[in-house]
């Protein structure tokens, strides 16, 4: 039996995929989490074969969610769930220890067989993500992204995103002034210095499709 923890800030999407999943015989649903520490402590307290993990959740984002267990040394393997096709957050999350990129406009009938093939130790992204993403793999391109830390990258996403400094502080549990600190070093780094800069940049990295 494969024992999985569902992590999700969206109650309904989580019922959808309990839903799903319990339909099989061979997983079984051991508990639900709605942001990224109560994900990181269940982990913990649980310790699910597979997390089913969002990217974008509360207080924890799925890559920092990701880094913590693998620091822990948790026997848990990690399939991420997400609205984005970043293929920058594919890599970074790959190379944290993530087994599998699901990107939620999947069929979900699939779900249960990318579940089944990472027991067995196989990675899972799709297919039309498989040649940046592997590419960036073995060696960064030359986007910049690969000069910024987790941390100025995710600040980075999040301005894309429409995130105000506030809720960009919220989000990550940190101070305003530390996402001014990142937000300075991003753009140092890549040289930019107007917000039509930034993007154009995310543009040129996969985190936005058109400008």
């Known amino acids: 039996m494969i024992k999985v923890l569902i992590a999700d800030d969206h109650a309904i999407f989580r019922e959808g995929v309990r839903s799903l999943l319990e339909m099989k015989n061979d997983i079984e649903i051991i508990g639900e989490a709605d942001t990224g520490r109560d994900a990181l402590q269940k982990c913990r307290d649980l310790k699910p074969d597979i997390i089913l993990l969002d990217l974008d959740l509360p207080e924890m984002d799925g890559l920092d969610v990701t880094r ?3 620091d822990e040394g948790m026997d848990v393997k990690i399939v991420i769930l997400t609205m984005h096709t970043n293929e920058e957050f594919a890599v970074r999350l790959f190379k944290a220890g993530a087994s599998a990129f699901v990107p939620k406009y999947s069929s979900s009938k699939n779900l249960p067989q990318i579940i089944r093939s990472v027991m067995e130790g196989k990675t899972y992204m799709p297919e039309e993500m498989k ?14 992204a690969e000069t910024l830390s987790d941390r100025e990258m995710q600040v980075f996403s999040a301005i894309v995103e429409g995130m105000s400094i506030k809720d960009i502080a919220d989000k990550f549990g940190i101070s305003p002034k530390t996402v001014e600190t990142h937000k300075s070093r991003f753009m140092d780094k890549l040289g930019l210095k107007t917000t039509a800069d930034i993007f154009k940049a995310a543009l040129r990295m996969g985190l936005i499709k058109n400008y």
């Open 131 to 144: 040649e940046v993403v592997m590419t960036r793999l073995i060696g960064p391109t030359k986007t910049g």
């Open 68 to 70: 913590r267990i693998k």
